[in-house]
């Protein structure tokens, strides 16, 4: 069977109605605190998470939601035996709920990152650390945004 040879005026009709049901499609909602939970139920296998030990520093409103300064911090001596596995950063409204996820080390010196993060409309940023005896810590953050970064 030959394929027909289509013409400009085909290619770009069918440009132009491929591109509107992109735009029409349904985007995926922001993450729920429902999707949440079950991303912290993925990354704790099942265990909890207790308060204390991390610190988020972020502010409290942010002008522009497309680049919000954000400094975490765990409270670890970083030893061989004791020290910060890995830290994950979590927004409940955003698109997709995990921001970052970083591994650390005794190498790593202290458990410490910053980085600058989008976010789509007003929320609570979260915080896990995941510790070398197995036990995770957490923290939350509200954060007011008065632009939405993500696209809103």
Do not use: Y
């Amino acid at each position: 069977m030959t394929a027909l040879p289509l013409s400009r005026r085909q290619a770009v009709s069918g440009l132009v109605l491929g591109g509107i049901a992109i735009a029409l499609r349904p985007l995926d909602a922001a993450a729920t605190p429902d999707v949440l939970r079950r991303r912290l139920g993925e990354l704790l296998k099942g265990g909890e998470a207790k308060s204390g030990r991390v610190k988020i520093a972020a502010p409290e409103v942010a002008e522009n939601g497309n680049t919000v300064p954000v400094t975490v911090s765990v409270e670890s001596p970083m030893t061989e035996t004791d020290h910060v596995t890995a830290i994950h950063v979590l927004a409940e409204r955003n698109p997709q709920p995990g921001v970052l996820s970083a591994a650390l080390s005794p190498l790593s010196g202290k458990a410490e990152l910053s980085f600058r993060m989008r976010l789509s409309e007003s929320q609570t940023i979260m915080v896990v650390a995941q510790m070398s005896d197995g036990s995770a810590w957490s923290a939350t953050r509200q954060v007011i945004v008065t632009i939405g970064g993500c696209g809103s």
